[in-house]
């Protein structure tokens, strides 16, 4: 492990989850999940290594990346139309609406994801440095994401 690596967090990573089951949930989305060799650069990730990459429907990991990095990045291309999600490079968005919507759904879906679960998913969130006005990503969740999930279901992403 490198000196940066070891500065990071403790969240919970790729390997620390069955890559299958992580296959599956990015699947059901029309998402293609790829896992880069240790070590390797991420293709199309925007943070840089260990961040998952995104290009068009593919999104790329490592053992080492974040579960949270892996679900933002693949909620930005589930956000997206099919005539952008294709057009999508490194960069999804620009959009605040966007960007809520992302968070939200990375949330919702780590409870869809096992092992993982969504307070785990918002723990690993806040230790990683996602803010929010009311101080915790659980906060924002339950008390000021209306908008984010309202966003949503006028989409048919989320059931009514």
């Known amino acids: 492990m490198t000196a940066t690596a070891e500065a990071e967090p403790q969240v919970t990573r790729v390997g ?4 299958n089951d992580a296959v599956a949930l990015l699947d059901r989305h029309a998402l293609r999940l790829h896992r880069v060799a ?4 991420i293709p199309g990730s925007y943070w840089g290594e260990p961040e998952a990459g995104i290009i068009a429907s593919d999104v790329y990991v490592r053992n080492d990346t974040p579960v949270h990095s892996m679900l933002h990045e693949a909620c930005h291309l589930i956000v997206l139309p099919p005539e952008r999600r294709a057009l999508v490079h490194t960069d999804a968005t620009d959009s605040v609406p966007e960007e809520d919507a992302t968070c939200y759904l ?6 869809q994801l096992p092992g993982v679960g969504s307070a785990r998913l918002m723990s690993d969130m806040d230790a990683w440095g996602y803010t929010y006005r009311l101080g915790s990503t659980q906060a924002w969740f339950e008390q000021d994401a209306e908008d984010a999930k309202a966003w949503l279901i006028e989409r048919g992403l989320l059931p009514a």
């Open 16 to 19: 620390d989850i069955d890559f």
């Open 106 to 111: 990375q949330i919702v879906l780590a409870g």
């Open 38 to 41: 240790d070590g390797a650069p």
